[in-house]
């Protein structure tokens, strides 16, 4: 099975990783355009992406204080997100998100490898807007916040 997987460090407390993840008002700043309610264990959530025009439903496994799991088809094709995030010290968490479920062939390589951007982007984006306050999405398109 094929498997995007991406991990960086960041200057904040575990608590202020997971809250800019879990509450679509944060996520706003740095990785949807809109969210209709927070993620929660068994819930099912929906984000809108302006910048690209999608919008998608994300069906939320758990969530607890070191992880978040959901399953969503962003890449066309129903897969499995664990975000993890594991404190280093009180101010510098490490966060490692997954991606699996696409087929091992030409289709599914494609798929992981725009997923495994995808999350880089991610990853580097919640950095920016925790740590500085910073949406690098805004302005990729008109309608994005």
């Not at 897969?79 to 479920?101: F, R």
């Amino acid at each position: 099975m094929l498997v995007a997987n991406v991990q960086d460090r960041i200057l904040a407390s575990t608590d202020e990783v997971r809250e800019a993840i879990v509450d679509p008002d944060h996520m706003s700043g740095y990785f949807i355009s809109d969210g209709d309610k927070r993620m929660r264990s068994g819930a099912s959530v929906h984000w809108e992406f302006g910048d690209v025009g999608r919008a998608l439903d994300v069906d939320v496994i758990e969530v607890d204080d070191e992880r978040i799991h959901f399953h969503w088809d962003a890449s066309g094709v129903r897969t499995l997100v664990k975000i993890e995030m594991q404190s280093d010290d009180t101010t510098s968490t490490v966060v490692k998100v997954t991606e699996a479920g696409w087929s091992n062939d030409d289709d599914g390589i494609a798929r992981a490898l725009a997923q495994t951007a995808g999350w880089t982007d991610f990853l580097c984006s919640l950095k920016a807007f925790v740590v500085h306050g910073i949406n690098l999405r805004e302005g990729r398109t008109a309608d994005t916040h």
